[in-house]
Nanobody, 117 residues
């Protein structure tokens, strides 16, 4: 059974940094695409950043220049480095992984990020 487990969330002051990691276990394949969504209280889930197995990245406009995503394909580990955090970044962050055959997306359980002013 494939599981994605996030870590690294927590409470940080505005202007600070956090590093989120997501490890996929139980898979016999490398994900084609991995990344992060977030969902703030009362808002829809939004895509934050994604990265393909070839290293192509994409970012939401709101995090460009502040967040950086990276992946270790062989280990199915995706990391999100978040700098210059602001209160609007407060949300539950979810890791996802897309299998190479185009099947259903895998999701992590989420990790809370809270930025205080």
């Amino acid at each position: 059974q494939v599981r994605l487990v996030e870590s690294g969330g927590g409470l940080v002051q505005a202007g600070g940094s956090l590093r989120l990691s997501c490890v996929a276990s139980g898979s016999t394949f490398s994900f084609y695409h991995m990344g992060w969504y977030r969902q703030a209280l009362g808002k829809q889930r939004e895509l934050v950043a994604g990265i393909s197995s070839s290293g192509i990245t994409m970012y939401a406009d709101s995090v460009k220049g502040r967040f950086s995503i990276s992946v270790e394909n062989a280990k199915n580990i995706v990391t999100l480095q978040m700098n210059s955090l602001n209160v609007e970044d407060t949300a539950v962050y979810y890791c996802y992984g897309d299998p190479p055959w185009g099947g259903l997306r895998y999701w992590g359980q989420g990790t809370q990020v809270t930025v205080s002013s």
